[in-house]
C-alpha cells in the first residue's frame, strides 16, 4: 500500500474454465477418432493447429491452470502414440521427442 496515496496493488491470476478445457479435449478426441489412415503430417498439423488455437486465445491463463496443462501432457500422449502405431512401432527409441518438435 502506497501511504500519500492510500492505493493497493493486486495481482489476479487468470485461469481457463472447465468448459474452454472439454471443448480442447474433445476436440483432440475428434482428431484422433478422424485420423484412421491419416499421415503423420496431417495428424501432426491438426494437432498443432488446436494448440495454437489454445494457446492464442488464453495466452498466460494456461500456465495458472494446472488441470489444463496436465490435460495438454495427456493429449499429446495420445496424439504421439497414434502417430507411432500409423508407423507400425511403439519402441522410445525411435522417436525421440525431437521427432515431434520440428
Known amino acids: 500500500q502506497n501511504e500519500t496515496t492510500k492505493e493497493r496493488t ?4 487468470l485461469r481457463v474454465d472447465e468448459e474452454s478445457q472439454k471443448k480442447f479435449e474433445n476436440r483432440v478426441r475428434q482428431i484422433l477418432m478422424s485420423s484412421g489412415s491419416t499421415t503423420f503430417t496431417k495428424i501432426a498439423n491438426k494437432w498443432n493447429t488446436a494448440v495454437i488455437g489454445l494457446m492464442t486465445y488464453f495466452r498466460e491463463a494456461v500456465i495458472h491452470t494446472t488441470e489444463l496443462l496436465d490435460l495438454l501432457v495427456k493429449c499429446e ?12 512401432s511403439k519402441m522410445p527409441s525411435r522417436f525421440p521427442p525431437v521427432v515431434f518438435y520440428t
Open 10 to 13: 493486486a495481482q489476479a491470476y
Open 77 to 88: 500422449n495420445k496424439i504421439q502414440t497414434r502417430i507411432k502405431i500409423g508407423l507400425n
